[in-house]
């Protein structure tokens, strides 16, 4: 399989998670979206020029990263979508919540504070902290009674959020909410997490300028 991504960006982390808790091998492809040369080139691979890309068996591409978990719950162990449907559709459900209304808000806030104070666009800006704040209630909730996203075990819904908090340390501070912060530890403490938080560090830094990934 080959694996079309980049460690800085936040989809792709949410698969690369997923990839290290099945110990799933595959070959590495970085893409440098910042280089429009590199961009050209890999629209030839995906038109739509997103990362990450799966290639399976050289022509197969599955792109999307809910997509990819999917297909590799198909090949490898273990399960991140499990249980009877009622708990597969609550999987896929906060595997969408996670991404679109917290991690996509978090990458907004984060994108419009590297702009000069003129440039930025405050409707967005507001409308990703009002779903930033929704999504931190509503899991401040659901942890506190539970461990993971979706009870005891560990499920796309996390992989989902992983990214999410990762750069949320950053443009969204959770550290008002003990059961956030309690999960946020906890995921970190998982070695497929810390493998690809300590792979993306260096491009953070990079990128940021500073010692945002610390
Ligand atoms: N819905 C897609 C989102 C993928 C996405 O937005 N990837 C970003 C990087 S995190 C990207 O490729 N950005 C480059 C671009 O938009 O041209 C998924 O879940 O894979």
Same mark, same amino acid.
């Given at each position: 399989?080959?694996f079309? !991504?980049h460690?800085?960006?936040?989809?792709?982390?949410?698969?690369? +998670?997923?990839?290290?808790?099945?110990?799933?091998? &595959?070959?590495p =492809?970085? +893409?440098?979206l910042?280089?429009?040369e590199?961009?050209?080139?890999?629209?030839?691979v995906?038109?739509?020029?997103? +990362?990450p890309?799966?290639?399976?068996? %050289? %022509?197969?591409?599955?792109p999307?990263?809910?997509?990819?978990?999917?297909y590799?719950?198909?090949?490898?162990?273990?399960?991140?979508i499990f249980?009877?449907?009622?708990?597969?559709?609550?999987?896929?459900f906060? %595997?969408?919540?996670?991404?679109?209304?917290?991690?996509?808000?978090v990458?907004t806030?984060?994108?419009?504070?590297?702009?000069?104070?003129s440039?930025?666009?405050?409707?967005?800006?507001?409308?990703?902290?009002?779903?930033?704040?929704?999504? !931190?209630? &509503?899991?401040?909730?659901?942890?506190?009674?539970? #461990?993971?996203?979706?009870?005891d075990?560990?499920s796309?819904? %996390?992989?989902?959020?992983?990214?999410?908090?990762? !750069?949320?340390?950053r443009?969204?501070?959770?550290n008002?909410y003990?059961?956030?912060?309690?999960y946020?530890?906890?995921?970190?403490s998982?070695p497929?997490?810390?493998?690809?938080?300590s792979e993306?560090? #260096? =491009?953070?830094?990079?990128?940021m300028g500073?010692?945002?990934?610390?």
């Amino acid at each position: 399989m080959k694996f079309y !991504y980049h460690p800085i960006s936040s989809y792709c982390q949410k698969v690369l +998670v997923a990839m290290y808790e099945k110990g799933v091998e &595959f070959e590495p =492809h970085i +893409v440098s979206l910042m280089d429009p040369e590199k961009r050209a080139e890999y629209r030839e691979v995906y038109p739509m020029g997103k +990362v990450p890309v799966l290639i399976v068996d %050289d %022509d197969h591409l599955i792109p999307e990263s809910t997509t990819i978990i999917e297909y590799l719950d198909g090949i490898a162990e273990p399960k991140l979508i499990f249980g009877d449907p009622e708990q597969r559709r609550k999987i896929r459900f906060k %595997d969408r919540m996670f991404d679109l209304y917290l991690n996509d808000s978090v990458s907004t806030l984060l994108f419009q504070s590297m702009k000069p104070e003129s440039e930025r666009d405050q409707e967005r800006i507001d409308t990703s902290k009002f779903r930033i704040d929704t999504m !931190y209630g &509503f899991m401040e909730h659901e942890l506190s009674e539970q #461990p993971y996203a979706n009870g005891d075990d560990f499920s796309m819904s %996390d992989c989902a959020a992983t990214p999410a908090l990762f !750069y949320a340390q950053r443009a969204a501070p959770f550290n008002d909410y003990q059961h956030i912060s309690a999960y946020w530890d906890r995921l970190a403490s998982r070695p497929s997490i810390r493998r690809v938080m300590s792979e993306a560090e #260096p =491009h953070v830094k990079a990128f940021m300028g500073d010692d945002a990934a610390a």
